[in-house]
Nanobody, 125 residues
Framework: QVQLVESGGGLVQAGGSLRLSCAASSRARSPYYLGWFRQAPGKEREFVAAVTWSGGYTYYADSVKGRFTISRDNAKNTVYLQMDSLKPEDTADYYC??????????????????WGQGTQVTVSS
């Protein structure tokens, strides 16, 4: 069983920053990928960023590249999403997800096995 608990969402003005955190607990093996996804009202859930748990390799959606940074702290079993230069179009519910081996695409929503409850991010113009 894996539990993922997100925190750090909120309301921020355009151009501002937020840092999301996702605390992961697992009694089994470590995940291969930890990812962040988001879902805006009326839209499908989309990939934002992912990181490999062991090597720290990172992947980003084009829409956030250069503005968002994903990182992980293995000692704390926590993954972070630092979001800078936020835009109103970044407004969405943000979800943390874990993908266990064998790994598939880090960008594929369907490849993730466990999801957090989500945290809301609202960027005002």
């Amino acid at each position: 069983q894996v539990q993922l608990v997100e925190s750090g969402g909120g309301l921020v003005q355009a151009g501002g920053s937020l840092r999301l955190s996702c605390a992961a607990s697992s009694r089994a093996r470590s995940p291969y990928y930890l990812g962040w996804f988001r879902q805006a009202p009326g839209k499908e859930r989309e990939f934002v960023a992912a990181v490999t748990w062991s090597g720290g390799y990172t992947y980003y959606a084009d829409s956030v590249k250069g503005r968002f940074t994903i990182s992980r702290d293995n000692a704390k079993n926590t993954v972070y999403l630092q979001m800078d230069s936020l835009k109103p179009e970044d407004t969405a519910d943000y979800y943390c997800a874990a993908q266990f081996p064998p790994p598939y695409l880090p960008t594929d929503t369907k490849a993730y096995n466990y999801w957090g409850q989500g945290t809301q991010v609202t960027v005002s113009s």
